[in-house]
């Protein structure tokens, strides 16, 4: 099996800080204990609603 990196936290909240600053939205969603490649079905059942909820919002909202 390949290794995936995990992407840092803080990385990622840096960046969901910068696109905040110059007014984009987005959301950074966390699953602790789930690595780069989602195993545990209630993680990939919230990644997608929380997709489904963006598009709801951004192409019919």
């Known amino acids: 099996m390949a290794h995936y990196a995990i ?14 600053r110059h007014g984009k939205e987005c959301a950074l969603l966390t699953f602790p204990g789930e690595q780069h490649v989602w195993r545990r079905q209630e993680t990939v059942v919230a ?7 963006f598009y709801e919002k951004f192409f019919w909202g």
């Open 47 to 53: 990644v997608l609603e929380a997709e489904l909820t």
């Open 7 to 20: 992407v840092d936290v803080g990385q990622a909240e840096r960046f969901v800080s910068e696109l905040d």
